[in-house]
């Protein structure tokens, strides 16, 4: 079984939350013996893949299978052709390089309002980009916009490989093979 969640903002990558507080996977899933293959942020959306097939998970979450994820970032500021490159090329973090990434500007996804909603301020405009990455780093897509100097605001993660989020409202989920829940 292959599982796309769409996970909300604020909800724990887990099933547990261990005192914390905070919503986790057992409040949007009741499915028994399936387990996140890689996992999202509290502070970050969308497509969260669960499997039952642990040869599966791994093939998902292993940066050494180079599995392709697609991220939206609302960012501070509009990103000059200088910044695409370097997401492009590589950019140096504390743990190192990363990987050369696909990176564009893109219009506003036509998606769902976040809740909280992002704290708007007149003087800092904002503008979204698309990046995709084939690693996993801890939080590594809002480092790397930091380091070309332009923070995260929002990022929902829209594809993992060939899954997507397509039809996949925040907080449902589906089978890959079946219907939404």
């Keep these: 079984m292959l599982i796309l969640f769409n996970k909300p903002w604020g909800v724990l990558s887990q099933f547990t939350d261990e005192g914390s507080g905070h919503p986790t996977l057992a409040d949007y899933i009741d499915v028994p013996g399936v387990y996140p293959a890689g996992r999202l942020d509290r502070d970050s959306e969308g497509l969260l893949l669960l499997t039952d097939d642990g040869r599966l998970q791994a093939r998902i979450a292993d940066p050494k299978h180079k599995v392709a994820k697609t991220y939206w970032a609302q960012v501070e500021g509009e990103p000059d052709d200088a910044a695409l490159v370097a997401l492009r090329t590589g950019v140096r973090l504390k743990d190192g390089m990363t990987r050369p990434a696909l990176a564009e500007r ?76």
């Design 106 to 181: 893109i219009d506003p996804p036509a998606i769902w309002p976040r809740d909280p909603p992002v704290r708007f301020r007149k003087s800092v405009p904002d503008c979204w980009i698309a990046l995709t990455i084939t690693e996993g780093r801890n939080r590594q897509v809002r480092r790397m916009t930091a380091a070309v100097g332009h923070p995260t605001l929002r990022l929902v993660r829209w594809r993992v490989g060939e899954w997507t989020l397509d039809e996949v409202a925040p907080g449902t989920w589906r089978d890959a093979a079946q219907t939404i829940r």
